[in-house]
């Protein structure tokens, strides 16, 4: 079973995902109430088909690499900040006028009031979150989360089908924490992949092949990548 901090930083990313992109309710509260796989038809699951070949694929390093998520442009927050300011200011008017207030408008106000919290704070995250690879060790900071392991404390990555990407996950025995991979549906730019790391299936290699997960094994629509016994031992 999914631990409980996965559970919920998986339904916040993919709520987040649905709201900024597709600003549609019905999508968002079916990704809280029964999660992605359930919701995702083929317009928000295209990879559903694909595997990650880049797992073939295992790299290791001599010197340290950087890795940092590409922050949310500002211009969607500035828009959903426009919009809630406008609606709030209608919605005043409005119970000024009648001395009532209109469920729609409060219930439209209260809708950009959070896409523009979610998109202000993800941009926040993003800008405050590294990924740094040594020859020796990973780690991951973010305002929310640390990770440093050696790599032989890495135990597990396990990739799960979402959207445009691979959610990627990377576990050490107390910790883990979490990636999204662009999957290249896609040969131009587009809205979606910015939400992905840049050179994500770099690092998922240099993962693989720093680790020592050379044991891949296809477990439903995810990707479970493990040590094959031996390896990394003395």
Not at 50 to 70: D, M, R
Not at 90 to 116: D, E, N, R, W, Y
Not at 179 to 192: F, N, Q, T, W, Y
Not at 198 to 217: E, K, T
Request: glycine residues 6%.
């Amino acid at each position: 079973m999914m631990p409980l901090q996965d559970w919920i930083g998986a339904r916040f990313s993919d709520f987040y995902y649905a709201l900024y992109h597709h600003f549609s309710l019905r999508y968002p509260l079916c990704l809280l109430l029964k999660g992605a796989d359930e919701c995702k038809s083929g317009r928000y699951n295209p990879v559903m088909d694909l595997s990650p070949e880049f797992l073939n694929s295992p790299l290791n390093i001599v010197e340290e690499e950087a890795f940092q998520p590409t922050a949310i442009p500002k211009k969607g927050g500035l828009i959903a900040w426009a919009a809630a300011f406008l609606t709030g200011i209608v919605a005043m008017i409005t119970l000024f006028k009648s001395g009532q207030m209109p469920c729609l408008t409060m219930a439209v106000f209260l809708f950009f009031l959070l896409a523009a919290i979610l998109i202000t704070f993800s941009h926040w995250v993003d800008s405050q979150t590294s990924i740094l690879v040594t020859p020796s060790q990973i780690s991951y900071q973010s305002p929310f989360r640390r990770f440093l392991q050696n790599w032989d404390q890495i135990s597990e990555l396990t990739l799960i089908k979402a959207g445009h990407f691979w959610r990627v996950t990377i576990r050490s025995e107390h910790s883990f924490f979490m990636i999204r991979v662009d999957a290249g549906l896609a040969s131009k730019p587009s809205p979606e992949r910015i939400l992905a790391l840049p050179n994500g299936d770099r690092l998922v290699r240099i993962i693989c092949g720093m680790a020592n997960l050379s044991q891949v094994d296809e477990v439903g629509d995810s990707w479970v990548c493990r040590r094959t016994s031996g390896t990394l031992d003395g």
